[in-house]
């Protein structure tokens, strides 16, 4: 092969590997920052923010850590640790304000807004189960973040309102929602392995997958789990229909992501469905 025959080979490979989708970045309470962490001709460093892994992937050139950031984050400087084989350094990044609006619901079932003390051991047991889930750590070189909508539906509910339901203050929204007609296939936004399936509390049946790296997603609601633990799925596969369990008002599917053990917005990682899910808003 001649140079510049080369050359074009080496810059068709970097238009394909570019064409990686990776989640908008809003470096903002709840929100994902990508920082560049080395040159890609150079091993990955392991990267730890607030003392947990971060995933690590790459554009063209470069190792970016995509950081997920805490909700309750307050404006500020923070800082992200980088682990080579010989040396730890640090990087600081910015994380903005954002206003999340404040959301008030309605709940007929009282037990769903003040649980009695048989119902709180049930919660505190489906809470261990969710934290396992969301702590699962699997090391993965390449991680697909080209994600789709799982439920062509309409957006119902943003990520990180301020929630009051009956008027009490409750926690914020942790997901997206997306409603649709109970029986709505839902599908696996992208490759991944199921971690674990359940009934919970709140969440009703939920299914948990592992993208890889931390990177975790999340179905609540759902009227028939449709995927087992363990199983491989691919862009597109069924893993549940939605439907009405747990704490709702109505039909969707409640769906969270997780990156370094932190919920972070979905509508990030679908930037580009969004303007779709929204517009059904206003028909
Ligand atoms: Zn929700």
Redesign the pocket.
Known sequence: MNSKALVIFASLFTSLSQAQNLPQVLSVPGGIAEIPVGALSEPAPQVFFQQHRVLVTHNDSEWLAIVGIPLETLPSRQEIELKTQDQTSHLSFQVAYKEYPAQYLTIKNKRMVNPEAEDQEKISADLKLINQAIQTWTEQDEIDTDFMAPVDGRLS?VFGSRRFFNNQAKNP?????IAAPPGTPIKAPASAKVINTGHYYYNGNAVFLDHGQGLISGY?HMTEIKAKPGQVVAQGDIIGTVGATGRVTGP?L?WNIYLNGTKVDPALFIAKDLPRLEMRNHK
């Open positions: 509910g929204h942790s997901g997206l929602d609540f969707h409640h």
